[in-house]
């Protein structure tokens, strides 16, 4: 894991939601297990078992990226994430979705110091508002963004993290740009984006090892550490 200083130049903060500001308590897995079944996919088969071990695998991915993996085809990967959107928000207004403790007041904290913070997701806009209602969270964030604001690629690719840095302004140079999330694919983004921090957190899908592998300068236990990273506090 390399050591990267920290300090107010840190100026952009790009924060993933499912696993690194919001507890979905697995709600993607159920969304898709939903979405799955609509499409003919037999739960309890090996087609079902497989399909749902690749989602697992590729969480934080574009969940659009995923289906047309999954499906093969583009007809089939928009009913499937069609039917996986509905199902979510099905959930989320079901009230299964929580704040990570202390990420909300995270948040405020690093605006309050005069840090501009993005929220994203690889959810589509729908839901992602879905999210942010649920949670109180509209306005939160200076900025909220979804692949489609980003053209159309989710992560891997650095696409949501380069948007930030365009639409707001708020950095001189990709090197201010902090990212945060809970997966492989949170830590590539970043790094591709040419992030100078690119923090894992241990409160999603992935664990301190796969977070090492793919990228992260830093791995903190949630998401509520990371005010006390970019202040450069002892032991964060």
């Known amino acids: 894991m390399t050591d990267t200083t920290t300090n107010t130049a840190n100026t952009l903060i790009v924060l993933d939601m499912a696993g690194t500001t919001v507890a979905d308590g697995g709600l993607v897995e159920r969304a898709f297990e939903r979405a799955a079944e609509r499409l003919g996919v037999e739960p309890g088969s090996a087609d079902h078992a497989a399909k749902l071990q690749y989602v697992r695998d590729t969480m934080g991915e574009s969940k659009i990226s995923v289906f047309r993996h999954l499906f ?44 501009t913070v993005v929220l ?11 999210i942010l209602d649920a949670l109180g969270w509209q306005g939160l964030a200076d900025l909220t963004l979804c692949p489609a604001d980003a053209g159309g690629r989710g992560r891997p690719y650095p696409d949501m993290v380069l948007a930030a840095f365009l639409r707001t302004g708020a950095a001189a140079d990709v090197r201010e740009v902090v990212v945060a999330g809970d997966t492989a694919y949170d830590m590539l983004s970043g790094r591709r984006a040419g992030a100078g921090i690119v923090a894992g957190v241990l409160t999603g899908a992935h664990g301190r090892e796969t977070l090492d592998e793919h990228g992260a300068t830093h791995v903190l236990a949630s998401i509520a550490d990371l005010p006390a990273l970019l202040a450069g506090e002892p032991g964060a």
Do not use: C, H, M, W
């Open 72 to 115: 093969g085809t583009e007809e089939l990967a928009r009913r499937a994430n069609s039917a996986f959107e509905q199902a979510y928000g099905e959930l989320v207004d079901g009230g299964l979705i929580a704040p990570i403790p202390g990420a909300r007041e995270a948040v405020e904290k690093l605006r309050a110091e005069g840090r």
């Open 120 to 130: 994203t997701t690889g959810f589509a806009r729908v839901t992602q508002d879905s």
